[in-house]
T-cell receptor
Framework: AQTVTQSQPEMSVQEAETVTLSCTYD???????LFWYKQPPSRQMILVIR??????QNATENRFSVNFQKAAKSFSLKISDSQLGDAAMYFC??????????????FGKGTHLIIQP | DAGVIQSPRHEVTEMGQEVTLRCKPI?????LFWYRQTMMRGLELLIY????????DSGMPEDRFSAKMPNASFSTLKIQPSEPRDSAVYFC???????????FGSGTRLTVV
């Protein structure tokens, strides 16, 4: 079984500044994937970034990047140049790799990100 | 691509009534997932299908819950009889393989009164 822990229920950052959201996970799998999802007030779940566990290079998507520390089982999300539209719940999630089809995602409890104008 | 389509967007029903939630996955995706989101429990995986076959339903809370996927383009989640504690947002998601991420529908907010 996999577990995902987000220890920050809420974070606040000034617009244009950088913020880091923490996530730790636990898994016995050697092949797995990690994700960050954003859920704005519209409740739509939006994929922000994903990371393959076998890749050492940290994933980057525009202003979003991760710090993947495999030995520490840590997967933090850094948002640079924060914008008002980044305000949302952010969920860290993991799934094990599977040969065919997909396996279910395990989610953390989420971090509510507030952007101060 | 219209994405994952869920209906209805909102549902209000009385306790004891049958509720059916519907989902159309992205064409070509071979895995479909049903999640429930509540403030207390967060996002929980209820059941998932690969190639229309149920793989893991261990998250289904009670026998009152059932899910079907009669073909690759349609799935239902049924609650019969519904109870107030079933009130939640129910998400459907689909994926080709987990490696490329999961696409979620806009969810159904269910209120049982």
């Amino acid at each position: 079984a996999q577990t995902v822990t987000q220890s920050q229920p809420e974070m606040s950052v000034q617009e244009a500044e950088t913020v880091t959201l923490s996530c730790t996970y636990d898994t016995s799998e050697s092949d797995y994937y990690l994700f960050w999802y954003k859920q704005p007030p519209s409740r739509q779940m939006i994929l922000v970034i994903r990371q393959e566990a076998y890749k050492q290079q940290n994933a980057t998507e525009n202003r979003f990047s991760v710090n993947f520390q495999k030995a520490a089982k840590s997967f933090s999300l850094k948002i640079s140049d924060s914008q008002l539209g980044d305000a949302a719940m952010y969920f860290c999630a993991s799934c094990r790799g599977s040969g065919g089809g997909a396996d279910g995602l395990t989610f953390g409890k989420g971090t509510h990100l507030i952007i101060q104008p | 691509d219209a994405g994952v389509i869920q209906s209805p967007r909102h549902e209000v029903t009385e306790m004891g009534q049958e509720v059916t939630l519907r989902c159309k996955p992205i064409s070509g995706h071979n895995s479909l997932f049903w999640y429930r989101q509540t403030m207390m429990r967060g996002l929980e995986l209820l059941i998932y299908f690969n190639n229309n076959v149920p793989i893991d339903d261990s998250g289904m809370p009670e026998d009152r819950f059932s899910a079907k996927m009669p073909n690759a383009s349609f799935s239902t989640l049924k609650i019969q009889p519904s109870e107030p504690r079933d009130s939640a947002v129910y998400f459907c998601a689909s994926s080709l393989t987990g490696a490329y991420g999961y696409t979620f529908g806009s969810g159904t907010r269910l209120t049982v009164v």
